[in-house]
């Protein structure tokens, strides 16, 4: 899925996401949990204002991201 990102370049240069736009609906960045390279893209897995968890894709040739992983926000357990 195709997505929109807002970033954040660091000291070094380095695009970091800072919010990511789902058609119309805009989700902060509370944390980045990890990153890692591959050799033509890079990867975030983020922790969004949502509760939700996300892994990004950014594609270093293009600069085009991509929404691969997406784990909706679990339910707080109910107690009786």
């Known amino acids: 899925m195709k997505i929109r990102v807002e970033c954040y370049a660091g000291y070094r240069g380095e695009e970091t996401p800072r919010r990511i736009w789902l058609g119309k609906r805009k989700i902060e960045v509370r944390e980045i949990?990890?990153?890692?390279?591959?050799?033509?893209?890079?990867y975030f897995k983020i922790h969004g204002d949502d509760?939700?968890?996300?892994?990004?894709?950014?594609?270093?040739?293009?600069?085009?991201?991509?929404?691969?992983?997406?784990?909706?926000?679990?339910?707080?357990?109910?107690?009786?």
Do not use: G, M, V
């Open 33 to 42: 949990q990890d990153r890692w390279l591959a050799p033509t893209h890079r």
């Open 51 to 80: 509760n939700a968890i996300y892994i990004l894709r950014h594609n270093s040739e293009t600069w085009e991201w991509d929404l691969t992983f997406y784990q909706q926000a679990k339910e707080p357990e109910k107690t009786p």
